[in-house]
C-alpha cells in the first residue's frame, strides 16, 4: 500500500495519530506512537476499519454516524483495545480535515490517558478512604478553611451535636455555628475560646465543652496544612461524658481500694499478687514488695489449715466466689481470724483475669462472741456454770452414763439463812459471800466435775461417775469445807448449807427429775434443822407436794378458825412461880391431823401466809391475856414474831390497836424476836422496838445464841429479856461447851441488865444448874409442856 502523504508528516509527533478514511473507515496512515500504544508492530494498522479499535459503543455509534455522514468531530474520552486484548483508557480527538474539493481525511489524535485516569482513580479512592475515614473515625469531625467556612463534617459530628436534619440538607454554616453556641452550657464562654482558635491559625488546642443536654465533649483541634502553610482547621469531637464517669468511677475505685479498711489483694489469672492495698499492710504487716508474686494459697495457708485452703481455692475457681473464715498469721506469727471473700473476675468466656480478695480481722469479734456465749452460760457473779450449762452438762452426763453404764451424782446445795445475810448486811456483801462460798465449793470437787449456780443462793454440783459413797464424801466435804468461819469486811460469820443429794440412775433418768429430786433431798434437810445433807428418798416428793398442800391447808385452816393457842408457864427459878406464859401456836388439820409449827411455820413463813396467821395469834393471844388480866389475874403472855410480820409497815400499830381493843396493859405482852429480824433492817428494827417500848411492851430476844449474835443489837435495842437456846440447855450441866455458853449469856444479859430465860428445861439437874448460875427464868416440860388456856387455867390460875 502506498504510503499516505501525510504519514511522514505525522510520524514524528508525539501523540499518537490515526487517519482515517472518511468513506471506507479504515486506517491510511497511523504513526509510530499509536503502534506503541497499542503495542503492535508497525504499519500493522494500516488499512483496518477503524471499529475494530472501538471498544465503547459509543465508538461505534460514532463512526457509524460518520459513515452515514452524521458527524464530523469529536472530543471524548474513550477506551482502545490492544493487541493482546488489554483496554487502554485515552483522550480522543477527531477532526474531519478537508483535503480537496471532494476529498478529506479523519485525523485521530489520541493520548494515552492511563496513567492520568489512575491518579484521577488514586485520588478518587483517595477521596473515598478519606471519607470512609472520615465517618468511620469515632469522633465527629469538623473541617473548616481559615475563615471558618465549613468544607465538611462526618455524620458523628452532626449526631454529636444533634444536628436537625434541616442543617445536614441546606449548606448554612451560620445556622450550624448558631446551633452550636445553643447546644453550649456557658455559650459565651464557648465563642470566646472560639474565637481565640480562629484567630490563630497555627494552634493546636484541646478543650472540654460540656453541653445542655449533660453531654461532654471533648474538642481538639488542629490547623490544617499545604504546602508548610495553614489552609484550614480540622476540629475533631469526642464524647467522653462515659469516660468522665468511668475516670470518675475509678478514681472512687481507686479511692476505695486506697482507703479501705479491708484488707484487699488482687492477682493475675496465675493467682500471683499484683497489688495490695495499705490495710493489707496494716493488718497482715507485710509490705506490698513482699506480696507481689505470691499467691492466696501461700499467704493463708497455716499449719492445719492447708486442706481448707485447698477446698476454698477450688470452690473459688468452681463458682466464681468463696466467702469464710480463717485463722491466719501475721508477719510477726501471731494469730488472727480473717473473714475473707475471694472473687474471680472472667471475661465473657468464663477465663480468669483476676481474682480479688478482700479480709478483715475478726478476732475481736471472734473474741467478743466467745464472751457472749461464755456469759450465756456462765453465771455473772460467780463465773460458775448457770443453769444453762449445767443443764447440758448433765445431759452430756446422761449420754455418756447410759453408754457407759456408769453413775454420776447431783448435789443440790442451798445455803442456810442467806437471805438474812442479804437483807441484813445488803446485797454487795451477799453477793461476796457467794464468791467466797464458790471458791470453797470448788476446792471440794474435781476437775472433771462441775459446780453450778442457779442463782440466789442455790448451787449444784454434779459430779461425775460418783456413787453414793462419792457424793456423800463431797458432801461432807462441802459441809466441812463451809463450817470454817468466813470474814469480811473485819466481820466473822458462819455459813451452812443444806445439801439434798440425787444419783443417776436410780433417782432419776432425766435431767428434770434428778434437779427435782435432788432439790427435794435438800427441802428435808432445811426442815430437819438445816446444815446437812441427805440423799433423795421416793417418798421425798411427796413432800414437795405438800408443802403446796400446806399453804393451801393453812390459809383454809386460818379462813375457817381452826388455828389454836396453846400456853406454856414461864417459870421464875428463884421462886418457882409462874410468872407468865408463852403463847404456842397449834393446828388440827382434817386430813393431816396434829400438824407441829415446826413443819408448818417455814413453810407459812416461806408462802407469806404467816402475816394473816400472825396477826391472828397475837390478836387470840391479847384478848387471851385481857381475859386473864381482868379477872385479877396477873398474867404476861409471850408471843412469837416472825420476821416477815415483824417487817410489815403497820406491825406497831397493830399491836397497839389490839392492846386497844381488848383493853390490855401492854406491860402484860412479851414479844419474842429473833435475832434474824433485829439485824435486818437495823433502823426500821430500832424505829419499831423503840415504838413498841414506848408503848410498854416487853420484848425478847428469842434462840439466842443461834442466830449471829451481834452484840451491838443488845446496847442498841430496848430489850428486856434473853431466851437461851434449848439447843444450849439439852446437855446441861454435861456439855462443857453448853456450860460455857449458858453460863456467858446469863453474865451478859446481866451484865446489860436484861433479864433471861431458858427454855427447853426438862430435868432438875438442868434446873439445878440454871438456879445456881442465877438465870431468872425457866420454860419447859419439866415444869410444863403448853396446853389450852382452859387447861391451864385450871392447872396453874385457881
Ligand atoms: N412465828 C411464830 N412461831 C411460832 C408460833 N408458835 C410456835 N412457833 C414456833 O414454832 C416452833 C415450834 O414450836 P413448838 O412446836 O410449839 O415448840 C415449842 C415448845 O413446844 C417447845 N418446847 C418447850 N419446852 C420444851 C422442852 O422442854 N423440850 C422440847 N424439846 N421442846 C420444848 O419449844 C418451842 C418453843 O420454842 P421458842 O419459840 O423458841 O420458845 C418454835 O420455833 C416456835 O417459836 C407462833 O405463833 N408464831
Given at each position: 500500500?502506498?504510503?499516505?502523504?501525510?504519514?511522514?508528516?505525522?510520524?514524528?509527533?508525539?501523540?499518537?495519530?490515526?487517519?482515517?478514511?472518511?468513506?471506507?473507515?479504515?486506517?491510511?496512515?497511523?504513526?509510530?506512537?499509536?503502534?506503541?500504544?497499542?503495542?503492535?508492530?508497525?504499519?500493522?494498522?494500516?488499512?483496518?476499519?477503524?471499529?475494530?479499535?472501538?471498544?465503547?459503543?459509543?465508538?461505534?455509534?460514532?463512526?457509524?454516524?460518520?459513515?452515514?455522514?452524521?458527524?464530523?468531530?469529536?472530543?471524548?474520552?474513550?477506551?482502545?483495545?490492544?493487541?493482546?486484548?488489554?483496554?487502554?483508557?485515552?483522550?480522543?480527538?477527531?477532526?474531519?480535515?478537508?483535503?480537496?474539493?471532494?476529498?478529506?481525511?479523519?485525523?485521530?489524535?489520541?493520548?494515552?490517558?492511563?496513567?492520568?485516569?489512575?491518579?484521577?482513580?488514586?485520588?478518587?479512592?483517595?477521596?473515598?478512604?478519606?471519607?470512609?475515614?472520615?465517618?468511620?473515625?469515632?469522633?465527629?469531625?469538623?473541617?473548616?478553611?481559615?475563615?471558618?467556612?465549613?468544607?465538611?463534617?462526618?455524620?458523628?459530628?452532626?449526631?454529636?451535636?444533634?444536628?436537625?436534619?434541616?442543617?445536614?440538607?441546606?449548606?448554612?454554616?451560620?445556622?450550624?455555628?448558631?446551633?452550636?453556641?445553643?447546644?453550649?452550657?456557658?455559650?459565651?464562654?464557648?465563642?470566646?475560646?472560639?474565637?481565640?482558635?480562629?484567630?490563630?491559625?497555627?494552634?493546636?488546642?484541646?478543650?472540654?465543652?460540656?453541653?445542655?443536654?449533660?453531654?461532654?465533649?471533648?474538642?481538639?483541634?488542629?490547623?490544617?496544612?499545604?504546602?508548610?502553610?495553614?489552609?484550614?482547621?480540622?476540629?475533631?469531637?469526642?464524647?467522653?461524658?462515659?469516660?468522665?464517669?468511668?475516670?470518675?468511677?475509678?478514681?472512687?475505685?481507686?479511692?476505695?481500694?486506697?482507703?479501705?479498711?479491708?484488707?484487699?489483694?488482687?492477682?493475675?489469672?496465675?493467682?500471683?499478687?499484683?497489688?495490695?492495698?495499705?490495710?493489707?499492710?496494716?493488718?497482715?504487716?507485710?509490705?506490698?514488695?513482699?506480696?507481689?508474686?505470691?499467691?492466696?494459697?501461700?499467704?493463708?495457708?497455716?499449719?492445719?489449715?492447708?486442706?481448707?485452703?485447698?477446698?476454698?481455692?477450688?470452690?473459688?475457681?468452681?463458682?466464681?466466689?468463696?466467702?469464710?473464715?480463717?485463722?491466719?498469721?501475721?508477719?510477726?506469727?501471731?494469730?488472727?481470724?480473717?473473714?475473707i471473700s475471694l472473687v474471680k473476675v472472667q471475661d465473657e468466656f468464663g477465663a480468669a483475669l483476676n481474682y480479688i480478695g478482700f479480709f478483715k480481722d475478726r478476732t475481736e469479734t471472734h473474741t467478743a462472741k466467745q464472751r457472749i456465749e461464755e456469759l450465756a452460760f456462765l453465771d455473772v457473779l460467780t463465773g460458775l456454770p448457770n443453769r444453762l450449762l449445767l443443764e447440758e452438762r448433765i445431759r452430756q452426763a446422761i449420754t455418756i452414763s447410759s453408754r457407759n453404764n456408769s453413775?454420776?451424782?447431783?448435789?443440790?446445795?442451798?445455803?442456810?439463812?442467806?437471805?438474812?445475810?442479804?437483807?441484813?448486811?445488803?446485797?454487795?456483801?451477799?453477793?461476796?459471800?457467794?464468791?467466797?462460798?464458790?471458791?470453797?465449793?470448788?476446792?471440794?470437787?474435781?476437775?472433771?466435775?462441775?459446780?453450778?449456780?442457779?442463782?440466789?443462793?442455790?448451787?449444784?454440783?454434779?459430779?461425775?461417775?460418783?456413787?453414793?459413797?462419792?457424793?456423800?464424801?463431797?458432801?461432807?466435804?462441802?459441809?466441812?469445807?463451809?463450817?470454817?468461819?468466813?470474814?469480811?469486811?473485819?466481820?466473822?460469820?458462819?455459813?451452812?448449807?443444806?445439801?439434798?443429794?440425787?444419783?443417776?440412775?436410780?433417782?432419776?433418768?432425766?435431767?428434770?427429775?434428778?434437779?427435782?429430786?435432788?432439790?427435794?433431798?435438800?427441802?428435808?434437810?432445811?426442815?430437819?434443822?438445816?446444815?446437812?445433807?441427805?440423799f433423795y428418798q421416793r417418798q421425798m416428793n411427796i413432800g414437795l407436794l405438800s408443802r403446796m398442800k400446806l399453804d393451801h391447808a393453812m390459809r383454809q385452816a386460818l379462813e375457817h378458825q381452826r388455828f389454836r393457842l396453846h400456853y406454856q408457864p414461864q417459870v421464875e427459878l428463884a421462886t418457882g412461880k409462874m410468872l407468865g406464859v408463852e403463847a404456842l401456836l397449834r393446828w388440827t388439820d382434817k386430813d393431816l391431823g396434829e400438824v407441829s409449827p415446826v413443819q408448818f411455820i417455814?413453810?407459812?413463813?416461806?408462802?407469806?401466809?404467816?402475816?394473816?396467821?400472825?396477826?391472828?395469834?397475837?390478836?387470840?393471844?391479847?384478848?387471851?391475856?385481857?381475859?386473864?388480866?381482868?379477872?385479877?389475874?396477873?398474867?404476861?403472855?409471850?408471843?412469837?414474831?416472825?420476821?416477815?410480820?415483824?417487817?410489815?409497815?403497820?406491825?406497831?400499830?397493830?399491836?397497839?390497836?389490839?392492846?386497844?381493843?381488848?383493853?390490855?396493859?401492854?406491860?402484860?405482852?412479851?414479844?419474842?424476836?429473833?435475832?434474824?429480824?433485829?439485824?435486818?433492817?437495823?433502823?426500821?428494827?430500832?424505829?419499831?422496838?423503840?415504838?413498841?417500848?414506848?408503848?410498854?411492851?416487853?420484848?425478847?430476844?428469842?434462840?439466842?445464841?443461834?442466830?449471829?449474835?451481834?452484840?451491838?443489837?443488845?446496847?442498841?435495842?430496848?430489850?428486856?429479856?434473853?431466851?437461851?437456846?434449848?439447843?444450849?440447855?439439852?446437855?446441861?450441866?454435861?456439855?462443857?461447851?453448853?456450860?460455857?455458853?449458858?453460863?456467858?449469856?446469863?453474865?451478859?444479859?446481866?451484865?446489860?441488865?436484861?433479864?433471861?430465860?431458858?427454855?427447853?428445861?426438862?430435868?432438875?439437874?438442868?434446873?439445878?444448874?440454871?438456879?445456881?448460875?442465877?438465870?431468872?427464868?425457866?420454860?419447859?416440860?419439866?415444869?410444863?409442856?403448853?396446853?389450852?388456856?382452859?387447861?391451864?387455867?385450871?392447872?396453874?390460875?385457881?
Amino acid at each position: 500500500m502506498k504510503a499516505h502523504p501525510w504519514q511522514s508528516m505525522i510520524e514524528g509527533l508525539l501523540e499518537a495519530i490515526i487517519l482515517v478514511d472518511p468513506i471506507q473507515l479504515r486506517i491510511v496512515a497511523a504513526n509510530q506512537a499509536i503502534h506503541q500504544l497499542l503495542q503492535v508492530g508497525s504499519s500493522s494498522l494500516l488499512g483496518k476499519g477503524v471499529i475494530e479499535l472501538a471498544v465503547a459503543p459509543e465508538d461505534v455509534f460514532f463512526w457509524e454516524d460518520v459513515a452515514a455522514g452524521l458527524s464530523e468531530n469529536i472530543h471524548s474520552e474513550t477506551m482502545l483495545k490492544r493487541a493482546d486484548g488489554s483496554i487502554v483508557q485515552v483522550e480522543r480527538r477527531v477532526t474531519l480535515i478537508r483535503t480537496g474539493v471532494d476529498s478529506s481525511v479523519y485525523v485521530v489524535a489520541i493520548n494515552d490517558h492511563s496513567n492520568q485516569r489512575r491518579v484521577e482513580n488514586e485520588l478518587e479512592k483517595l477521596i473515598a478512604e478519606l471519607r470512609a475515614t472520615l465517618e468511620s473515625t469515632a469522633d465527629g469531625i469538623l473541617v473548616t478553611d481559615l475563615d471558618g467556612a465549613i468544607r465538611s463534617y462526618n455524620h458523628l459530628f452532626a449526631e454529636l451535636w444533634g444536628l436537625p436534619d434541616e442543617l445536614l440538607t441546606q449548606r448554612d454554616d451560620g445556622a450550624i455555628y448558631a446551633w452550636m453556641d445553643a447546644c453550649m452550657h456557658d455559650a459565651s464562654q464557648y465563642e470566646e475560646r472560639l474565637g481565640t482558635i480562629s484567630r490563630s491559625p497555627l494552634m493546636e488546642a484541646t478543650d472540654v465543652l460540656t453541653l445542655r443536654s449533660g453531654k461532654t465533649l471533648e474538642r481538639v483541634t488542629l490547623p490544617q496544612y499545604a504546602r508548610g502553610r495553614p489552609i484550614g482547621r480540622v476540629y475533631s469531637y469526642r464524647d467522653i461524658t462515659q469516660r468522665l464517669a468511668d475516670e470518675a468511677r475509678l478514681r472512687l475505685a481507686a479511692k476505695v481500694f486506697e482507703s479501705s479498711t479491708d484488707a484487699i489483694f488482687i492477682t493475675d489469672a496465675e493467682q500471683k499478687i499484683v497489688t495490695t492495698n495499705p490495710s493489707f499492710e496494716r493488718l497482715s504487716s507485710y509490705t506490698e514488695q513482699e506480696m507481689l508474686g505470691k499467691t492466696p494459697r501461700d499467704f493463708f495457708s497455716e499449719e492445719g489449715n492447708a486442706v481448707q485452703v485447698e477446698n476454698l481455692l477450688k470452690e473459688l475457681d468452681n463458682l466464681g466466689f468463696w466467702e469464710g473464715e480463717l485463722w491466719n498469721r501475721r508477719k510477726n506469727g501471731h494469730a488472727y481470724l480473717c473473714m475473707i471473700s475471694l472473687v474471680k473476675v472472667q471475661d465473657e468466656f468464663g477465663a480468669a483475669l483476676n481474682y480479688i480478695g478482700f479480709f478483715k480481722d475478726r478476732t475481736e469479734t471472734h473474741t467478743a462472741k466467745q464472751r457472749i456465749e461464755e456469759l450465756a452460760f456462765l453465771d455473772v457473779l460467780t463465773g460458775l456454770p448457770n443453769r444453762l450449762l449445767l443443764e447440758e452438762r448433765i445431759r452430756q452426763a446422761i449420754t455418756i452414763s447410759s453408754r457407759n453404764n456408769s453413775t454420776f451424782s447431783l448435789l443440790f446445795l442451798d445455803l442456810d439463812h442467806f437471805k438474812q445475810i442479804n437483807d441484813s448486811l445488803g446485797h454487795p456483801f451477799g453477793d461476796r459471800v457467794l464468791q467466797q462460798v464458790t471458791e470453797r465449793l470448788k476446792k471440794c470437787i474435781r476437775q472433771v466435775d462441775t459446780a453450778a449456780r442457779l442463782g440466789g443462793d442455790e448451787f449444784v454440783l454434779l459430779l461425775h461417775e460418783a456413787n453414793a459413797e462419792g457424793a456423800e464424801i463431797c458432801a461432807r466435804r462441802v459441809l466441812e469445807e463451809l463450817s470454817a468461819p468466813f470474814s469480811l469486811d473485819g466481820m466473822h460469820f458462819t455459813v451452812t448449807a443444806s445439801i439434798g443429794i440425787a444419783l443417776y440412775p436410780e433417782d432419776g433418768i432425766s435431767m428434770a427429775d434428778l434437779i427435782k429430786n435432788a432439790d427435794s433431798a435438800m427441802y428435808h434437810v432445811k426442815e430437819r434443822g438445816r446444815s446437812d445433807f441427805r440423799f433423795y428418798q421416793r417418798q421425798m416428793n411427796i413432800g414437795l407436794l405438800s408443802r403446796m398442800k400446806l399453804d393451801h391447808a393453812m390459809r383454809q385452816a386460818l379462813e375457817h378458825q381452826r388455828f389454836r393457842l396453846h400456853y406454856q408457864p414461864q417459870v421464875e427459878l428463884a421462886t418457882g412461880k409462874m410468872l407468865g406464859v408463852e403463847a404456842l401456836l397449834r393446828w388440827t388439820d382434817k386430813d393431816l391431823g396434829e400438824v407441829s409449827p415446826v413443819q408448818f411455820i417455814p413453810v407459812a413463813e416461806e408462802s407469806g401466809v404467816i402475816v394473816p396467821i400472825g396477826n391472828w395469834v397475837i390478836q387470840t393471844a391479847i384478848k387471851q391475856a385481857a381475859l386473864w388480866n381482868r379477872d385479877g389475874k396477873s398474867m404476861r403472855v409471850a408471843i412469837n414474831v416472825s420476821a416477815l410480820q415483824f417487817q410489815q409497815a403497820n406491825f406497831v400499830d397493830s399491836i397497839a390497836a389490839a392492846l386497844h381493843e381488848h383493853a390490855l396493859q401492854p406491860h402484860c405482852i412479851e414479844l419474842e424476836l429473833t435475832e434474824s429480824i433485829l439485824i435486818k433492817d437495823v433502823e426500821d428494827a430500832l424505829k419499831k422496838l423503840e415504838s413498841l417500848a414506848a408503848l410498854g411492851v416487853k420484848l425478847a430476844i428469842d434462840d439466842f445464841g443461834t442466830g449471829y449474835s451481834s452484840l451491838s443489837y443488845l446496847k442498841r435495842f430496848p430489850i428486856y429479856k434473853l431466851k437461851i437456846d434449848r439447843s444450849f440447855v439439852g446437855d446441861l450441866p454435861v456439855d462443857e461447851s453448853d456450860v460455857a455458853i449458858v453460863t456467858a449469856i446469863i453474865h451478859l444479859a446481866h451484865a446489860l441488865k436484861l433479864r433471861v430465860i431458858a427454855e427447853g428445861v426438862e430435868t432438875d439437874r438442868q434446873r439445878e444448874f440454871l438456879q445456881q448460875r442465877q438465870c431468872d427464868e425457866m420454860q419447859g416440860y419439866l415444869f410444863s409442856q403448853a396446853m389450852s388456856a382452859d387447861e391451864l387455867e385450871q392447872r396453874y390460875l385457881r
